[in-house]
């Protein structure tokens, strides 16, 4: 299975809000989030390099008690195919020197469904900003690495977020939110949608 765009995208979407678990004899790739369109890209891009059809269904959130729709699939060839690019959980993802060692537009691919996951935009009167938020401080290092060495986008990590105060954000301000706004972008529409009013409200400054 060749790393491709597609396939780019679904490794970002595992570390982000997906999971690839084994138990027993059950291999589990699942992907769970609130934005439709993530969820069908994400159908389609399994489909697309694997070949395979997801199941559907919802879980209760922990913290609204909304239920939260899903995609999965059992598979033991696409979870060893995985496993090459992992690990996956919160804690411990990294960016294996397959994708580091990767094409512009793989890495590009890569950012911006991790982006999609894991990113958020600000918008208020005094502040501007697209923040990345993870409790791997190592992999958060791996993707400030990649925006500045790749993309010439720099941006800063600061500590203390969350309930626990154990949440690192990655910060995007000014220039650096413009170029990514042009460079990298997300595929979310919610989330684009408030990045091109951050971007727009930074152009009248």
């Given amino acids: 299975y060749k790393l491709t765009k597609a396939k780019a995208r679904l490794i970002a ?3 982000g809000d997906g999971s690839v ?3 027993r004899h059950n291999y589990l790739i699942k992907y769970e ?6 969820l069908k890209s994400f159908e389609k891009d399994v489909k697309s390099v694997y070949g395979l059809s997801m199941y559907h269904g919802t879980n209760p959130s922990g ?18 195919d995985l496993m090459k690019y992992g690990p996956f959980r919160s804690n411990n993802w990294i960016i294996t020197n397959e994708i580091l060692n990767a094409t512009k537009l793989i890495k590009k691919e890569f950012l911006k469904a991790f982006f999609d996951d894991e990113g958020s935009v600000i918008v208020t009167k005094y502040v501007k900003e697209v923040k990345l938020y993870s409790i791997n401080i190592i992999g958060l290092k791996q ?8 993309f010439g986008i720099n ?14 954000g990655l910060i995007l301000k000014y220039d650096n939110l413009l170029k990514f706004s042009k460079l990298i972008g997300f595929n979310c529409l919610r989330k684009s949608n408030k990045l091109d009013l951050a971007v727009k409200l930074l152009s009248k400054k």
């Fill in 21 to 23: 678990s084994k138990c």
């Fill in 155 to 168: 941006s800063k990590i600061f500590k203390g977020y969350g309930e626990a105060r154990n949440v690192y």
């Fill in 33 to 38: 989030v609130i934005d439709r369109d993530l």
């Fill in 143 to 150: 993707i400030k690495d990649m925006l500045e060495i790749d």
């Fill in 13 to 15: 979407r595992l570390k």
């Fill in 63 to 80: 913290k609204t008690d909304k239920d939260i729709p899903f995609c999965a699939v059992r598979s033991i060839l696409m979870y060893k």
